[in-house]
C-alpha cells in the first residue's frame, strides 16, 4: 500500500526558509512522477511544484525562483524548499505520487502539512 508522509511544516516569517519533506513506502519514488500542491479552504488543490520521473521539474509562476522540488532516491523522499515565502503562501501543502500499474495510473496523496507564512 503506498502512503506518503509529509512533515516540515509550521510557522514561518516572510524572507525565511523552510523544507517539507515527503517519505514515501510502498512506492519508489523516482519512478513516479511527483508533486508537491497546496490548499486554502474555500479554494481548488493547486500544483506548486513537480518532478518527473526522468527528473524533470516544473514550477507555476508564483513560485518559480523561490520553491525547489527535489528528491533523495536513497531515503525514498521528496522535499520542497520554501525559500522567501509570502503570506500568500499559507496554505496546507500535500505530496502526490502518480503510481503506475500497467497502463493505469492512480493518484495518491499524503495527509498534509500546514504552512503559515507570517509578515
Known amino acids: 500500500q503506498v502512503q506518503l508522509v509529509e512533515s516540515g511544516g509550521g510557522l514561518v516569517q516572510t524572507g525565511g526558509s523552510l523544507r517539507l519533506s515527503c517519505a514515501a513506502s510502498?512506492?519508489?519514488?523516482?519512478?513516479?512522477?511527483m508533486g508537491w500542491y497546496r490548499q486554502v479552504p474555500g479554494s481548488q488543490r493547486e500544483l506548486v511544484a513537480g518532478?518527473?520521473?526522468?527528473?524533470?521539474?516544473n514550477y507555476p509562476e508564483f513560485v518559480k525562483g523561490r520553491f525547489t522540488i527535489s528528491r533523495d532516491n536513497a531515503k525514498n523522499t521528496v522535499y520542497l524548499q520554501m525559500n522567501s515565502p509570502k503570506p500568500e503562501d499559507t496554505a496546507v501543502y500535500y505530496c502526490?505520487?502518480?503510481?503506475?500499474?500497467?497502463?493505469?495510473?492512480?493518484?495518491?496523496w499524503g495527509q498534509g502539512t500546514q504552512v503559515t507564512v507570517s509578515s
Open positions: 502526490n505520487s502518480k503510481v503506475r500499474y500497467g497502463l493505469r495510473e492512480f493518484d495518491y
Open positions: 510502498g512506492t519508489i519514488v523516482f519512478k513516479n512522477d
Open positions: 518532478i518527473t520521473s526522468g527528473g524533470t521539474t
